[in-house]
């Protein structure tokens, strides 16, 4: 298993593979309903590879996983991320207040059905967060409170902690942070 930043030739597999885990977060009965998954266009991706950060998991060539960090001035074009920032001078971890300069949001992180439960996530998350650690001290995610395994996989293996709870579009969700710096890890 190879973990690395992502380059531009990288953009057209990870919109495949996010399109084909685009519903994975979401209930049955909400893959049914009008809700959607995180998506990003072919432009997004390429402007998070060139000016942010992504990381791919590749295996014999394939691009099997992938997570995102990016800064504020890209998340907030979407009303969810506006309305992280504007909690973020509410939210303090380990003593230090959130801001906009100190954090990114972090992911989604995206893996191949097959490919799960392999040590991919927490390779991902290692990898990112050092990345992000030479720019900021602290990466910020939500995770909707209904999508359990993404809770468990994040708290447990990614040693996130849950910093405040926001409802959104008639869904709620835990924030949670991941201090990046290396005291931390």
């Not at 990870?14 to 909400?30: F, G, P, W």
């Not at 893959?31 to 266009?41: A, I, L, P």
């Not at 997004?44 to 942010?52: F, I, K, P």
């Not at 309305?83 to 509410?90: A, E, G, T």
Request: one cysteine or more.
């Amino acid at each position: 298993m190879n973990i690395r930043l992502a380059t531009l030739e990288d953009v057209l597999p990870l919109a495949a593979l996010e399109q084909s885990q685009l519903q994975d977060e979401l209930s049955i009965e909400q893959r049914n309903s009008s809700f959607d998954g995180q998506s990003f266009s072919q432009a997004d991706l390429t402007c998070l590879v060139s000016q942010h950060w992504v990381v791919v998991a590749e295996l014999d060539g394939h691009i099997v996983g992938y997570v995102i960090a990016g800064r504020w001035a890209f998340f907030k074009q979407w009303p969810i991320y506006r309305n992280l920032l504007n909690r973020l001078s509410r939210i303090e971890y380990d003593k230090a207040r959130l801001t906009e300069k100190n954090c990114c949001q972090y992911g989604p992180i995206w893996i191949a059905t097959d490919y799960r439960g392999q040590g991919i996530f927490e390779a991902l998350v290692q990898f990112v967060r050092k990345a992000v650690s030479k720019e900021l001290p602290y990466m910020l995610t939500f995770i909707a409170e209904d999508n359990g395994a993404s809770f468990a996989a994040h708290t447990r293996k990614g040693g996130m902690q849950v910093v405040d709870f926001i409802s959104f579009d008639e869904r709620d969700y835990y924030l949670l942070v991941l201090p990046t710096t290396e005291s931390f890890f």
